[in-house]
């Protein structure tokens, strides 16, 4: 019982796998707090079973993998391909439905772009080198009600810096997971 009712008041830490509803249906699954090759496919996995009118990847570069940066970036583009908006029915993904929109932000992940763009449809895929001063606004705005949203990236590239815009478009936190 002791376990149980500590477990029902316990909090995710920001930015590890922590799910924030919005107003307007919005959920956000806040993974930005560290990325390497395999948290991030554990991470599209989740939002590819995730419930919601679109599914949105908004994804920044994997840091600090050195030479294996390009190769892990194009392989987490190939995992994103099997899940194109264009793609196989979704039966043949079992419980994944298809990715509707990725946002990609950083250099290296001009890789992951690379191999999107063998399967998915041009206007389904966002790329931007850097961040910049209207980035947040503009990315914000490709986000609709019901959207589940992924944020995942190594914590250099700071996606948390999208979460006020967000909020600003959809209304306060209504809750946590």
């Known amino acids: 019982e002791a376990i149980a009712g500590a477990l029902a008041q316990a909090t995710a830490v920001p930015g590890r796998m922590q799910v924030l509803r919005f107003g307007h249906g919005v959920t956000v699954l806040h993974d930005a707090y560290n990325a390497n090759p395999h948290s991030t496919r554990l991470a599209v996995d ?26 892990a970036h194009r392989d987490v583009g190939a995992q994103l391909s099997e899940l194109s908006p264009e793609g196989e029915a979704p039966a043949s993904r079992g419980d994944r439905r ?23 449809p041009l206007d389904a895929i ?8 209207d980035l947040a606004g503009m990315i914000v705005s490709l986000l609709e009600d019901g959207d589940a949203i992924l944020l995942k990236g190594s914590r250099g590239m700071r996606l948390e810096r999208l979460l006020p815009d967000i909020e600003e478009r959809f209304g306060a936190v209504e809750g946590q997971v």
């Open 46 to 71: 989740e939002l590819a079973r995730a419930r919601g009118l679109r599914r949105v990847l908004i994804l920044g570069d994997m840091l600090e993998l050195g030479e294996l940066s390009a190769q």
């Open 98 to 120: 298809a990715i509707d929109l990725a946002v990609l932000i950083g250099e290296q992940v001009s890789h992951t772009a690379q191999e999107l763009r063998k399967t998915w």
């Open 126 to 133: 966002h790329v931007y080198g850097e961040w910049f001063e």
